[in-house]
Structures are given as C-alpha cells and as structure tokens.
C-alpha cells in the first residue's frame, strides 16, 4: 500500500538580525557589519515606543535589529544560508560581541499553518554555530488577506 501524501503548505515567514549588548553604540555594529538597523537603541536613552512616544525609563542595553530583504522566490533556508554567507567577514567582530556580553542571531517570524515546514540542515546550523548565531523562531498569526511585507517560502 502507498502512503497517503499530503502537500505542505508554503510557510510564511519574516527573517531579521538582531543584536544586543551592555554597552555597544548601535553605529558602531552598523559599521562593523555594513548594514542599516530597520529599529536600533543605544544604552541609556530614553525608552519610546515604536511609533516615537515617550515611555518611563532607559534602556538598560543597546539593541539593533535589520529586517533582511529577500526576492520573492528565495525560501527560509536559502536566506539563512546568503546572510550567514555575507556575514562571514564579519566573524571576528560577531565573536568579540558574544564575549564581552552581546548576542547576536536571527529572529525567525513564522506565519505559517501547522502543515507548513523547512529544513535548515546540518551545514546551515554549524556555520550559525561557528559565528555564534543564534535561532529564534516566533510563531506568528497570518493577518487576513495578502501582506506585501511578507511573502511565501516559495523554495
């Protein structure tokens, strides 16, 4: 008997950098890593919230995080795999970050249904490892009707 198959859906998702640190300037990552922040606070400046009004206290660390652009066709694992790509050159500093207190990774938004999947091989996840990046995958509900700021894991 032949298994029944099912076909899984193509799952959506958002894909962005995002670093923090106790006390690194948000330009000087900007400089390191040759990217523009899409949301970035440094340490000690007044908490706002995302649409610029004043909230009460600081930041108690810096923060910096890139939305990462993808065309439409390219799939989760083939981004991760670019960006972990064009980070290489960037290996020294990634390390420095981590060992004076920082983080760095990719946050995964994940709009997708319960049949949707991907797979980030073991390849992929060692040269995440080897830099020092970490996942964070955020399930996320799909707003109704089309998005244009997201598309589908058409890979």
Known sequence: MIPKTRSLARPRFELSLRLRHPRLDPQEISAALRLWPSVAWRRGEAKRTPTGKPLPGVYDASY??????????????????????ELESCADFLKRLRATGGSAGFLIGWLAGSSAGTLLDSLLLSKL???????????????????????????
């Open 64 to 85: 910096w995080s890139c939305e990462l652009a993808r065309p439409r066709s390219m799939g989760l694992a083939d981004l991760l795999r670019k960006s972990v790509a």
């Open 129 to 155: 490892a080897e830099l020092q990046l970490d996942l964070f995958l955020e399930p996320r509900s799909p707003a109704p009707g089309p998005s244009p700021a997201v598309a589908s894991d058409d890979a």
